[in-house]
């Protein structure tokens, strides 16, 4: 089973509004990440957790705000955000990151948040 | 220059015939490379690894060219459903193994 859940599918929310988005696998992965992606682009990497600890920010705006409670979830807390973030948000799992340049874990992704800033 | 390069398509294929494209990565000390397929408003979902001897999986076969640094991707006997976008997505090759990916190739598959 590869499957990585994702709530909500959608969400409205407006520039002053505190929203999060969660996301949850239960596939023993140690490795989790956010993405953004824009409409016919591809995915641009957030958020990098790994045994629970964020291990790359790719200088995301302050108005984004993630957090591992433990292995199985994500969430990310969205406050005082703007309408260019509007976007579909991507979680995505895998075994955990090897790190060393020579292989990468296959990532699996989740459904997706489509998210709307009014 | 992008790090992943890929020709954006459409390629417009009658059922049941072949369709070939190609990525190429600029970043020589990448080593792990995958190919996603993206339905309209859905999420990535992974196709294949691709292996340096290339291999192949049902009417999907992927190669791997280190020296000239592409991958291809070939769809035999081309299915409706196989209608989508196909991301080449390549590793980093930094510490951390970050993925890169392509912009993507829309294949769109005629009755």
């Known amino acids: 089973d590869t499957e990585v859940t994702q709530t909500p599918k959608h969400l409205v929310m407006g520039m002053t509004n505190k929203k999060s988005l969660k996301c949850e696998q239960h596939m023993g992965h140690r490795a989790m990440y956010w993405y953004k992606q824009k409409a016919k682009k591809p995915p641009e990497l957030m958020f990098v957790?790994?045994?629970?600890?964020?291990?790359i920010n790719e200088s995301v705006p302050s108005r984004f705000s993630p957090e591992c409670p433990n292995s199985s979830l994500l969430n990310l807390h969205l406050h005082a955000l703007q309408p260019e973030d509007s976007a579909l948000y991507l979680c995505a799992s895998s075994h955990g990151i090897v790190l060393t340049a020579s292989s990468t874990d296959t990532q699996y992704f989740g459904p997706g948040t489509r998210l709307t800033v009014l | 220059r992008k790090e992943v390069e890929q020709d954006p398509g459409p390629f417009n294929v009658p059922e049941g015939a072949t369709v070939a494209f190609n990525c190429t990565y600029s970043?020589?000390?990448?080593?792990?490379f995958f190919w996603y397929r993206q339905d309209c408003r859905k999420e990535p979902k992974l196709l294949m690894s691709?292996?340096?001897s290339g291999n192949e999986d049902g009417r999907f076969t992927a190669q791997l060219n280190r020296a000239s640094q592409y991958i291809s991707l070939l769809i035999r006997d081309s299915k409706l459903s196989d209608s989508a976008t196909y991301l080449c997505v390549v590793n980093s090759g930094d510490s951390w193994g970050k993925l890169q990916f392509g912009a993507g190739t829309q294949v769109v598959v005629t009755p």
């Open positions: 970043n020589s000390a990448s080593q792990s």
């Open positions: 957790y790994s045994y629970e600890k964020l291990s």
């Open positions: 691709v292996y340096s």
